[in-house]
Each structure stands twice: as structure tokens, then as C-alpha cells.
């Protein structure tokens, strides 16, 4: 008997279907010890909170999860920004993360492909703006509101300037830890950090950085606020 060539198609789209998604085998596994390799489909959304972070709406649910949030892997995370609001398929391994992302299902991504509709945003690095060789120091400002959900960073020439100095990336840099209370810090390649401040004061000490990165600690609860000046180094 002829087997209709529709049911052969069939057959090997959902083959195609069942193995284009492999759940991680327990919680907290590391995305490297996934030998499978799953490919998904879905909208790209970017969300500019306290941690920014990029997750992947997806078509079709996946291990449960209607979302996995997208952890750039060997893609470039710049890539992977310029397709945000865009359909796209994203392929590497999944993995159940045990902290520091903000869902509880992730994919390490090898391969990131939109849609032919796909109009990409710009990819610009403000962090490589230069900075004019007048500005000789300057005075960073991190306010990480935990109610709000929201981080906002202000450079001025000094406290008094009313005047901002942007973009904010050209000037410092800045990484809220898995927790999110812990903070990395630092100013723009060739200044140096003078003394960082933060209110409310804590106990904890400002850890100056020894290869350019300094670290504090936040309670993780209401408003805090991290200044410290910047000051082209001498060296």
C-alpha cells in the first residue's frame, strides 16, 4: 500500500517539531552540560530594568515556559539587541538557571536568525563614544530604585553642574550581580575612581577595584544611591 506523500510531510515536521526543543534535565544545570541543541521561534523583547535583559516570547510553549529569557552565549549581546521587537529563531541549549536571571528557564544562544520582516535597530557602542580631552574628571551617579524596578545613571562636570554629560556609557560602566545587590563599578578607560559614597550608608565597605572594577553591596529594598568621582589618571 502507497503511504500518501501529505502523511510523510506530516511525519517529518513533527519530527522536526519534537526535536527542536530539549529541556535541561534538572534545576541549576549548567547551560555546558546540555549536549542538545534546542531551536526556538518567537518575539524578541528587550526590558530596560534593573538588570537589562533580553527575553524570547515564544510561539509555542517550551518545558513549561512561556518565555525564555536569552542569555547571549557566542552571539554577539550587541547582535542580539539590534533584534529586539523582531520575530526570530534562536538556537543553542537550555538550561534552568539557579540565580541571577530574571526567569526561571534560560537559552545560552549560538545562533540568533530574524525573520525576513525583521528591520533591525542600529547597533551603536556608546560605551566607545570618546570622551573630549578637556573633560579632565567628572562625577558618576547611580540611583537603583528596587521599588521602581528602575536604574538610572547621571554623569555631570561637577556637583554643582546642572548640565549632564552623555551618553552616561562613554563615562562609567556599571553590573548588578545575580542577586542584584551587589553592585560593579567603574569610570571610562583611562580615569581612575577617587571615593566612591552611597545612601543609605551600610556597614559593608566600597571594595576599590584592583584591574579597574570596584564593588559595594545594596539591601536589595527602596532607593540607593552610589556617587563616585572620576579623574584621568596620571599614569
Known sequence: MKVPFVF???LLL????LSAQVCPSSHGSLAKEQKEVSSLHGKLIYHEDL???HELELDKKTCDFESVEVFSGKVDEKQVHGYRDCNVTI?????????????GLAIDADKIQP????KP???EDLSKVPIPKTVRDYIVNIQVDYGNNHTDV??????QSATLLTPWQAYASYYLTGGRTG??????EGFDVIKADQIPKRNDEIIPGVRGDNFTVFDGKGLHTLTFPCQRSRR
Open 115 to 118: 525573520d525576513r520582516d525583521c
Open 91 to 103: 538556537t543553542g541549549r537550555l538550561f534552568f538557571p539557579n540565580a541571577g536571571f530574571v526567569l
Open 8 to 10: 510523510w510531510v506530516m
Open 51 to 53: 538588570w537589562q535583559w
Open 154 to 159: 547621571k554623569i555631570r562636570q561637577s556637583a
Open 14 to 17: 513533527s519530527s522536526r517539531t
Open 183 to 188: 553592585i560593579w563599578f567603574d569610570c571610562a
Open 121 to 123: 535597530h542600529p547597533v
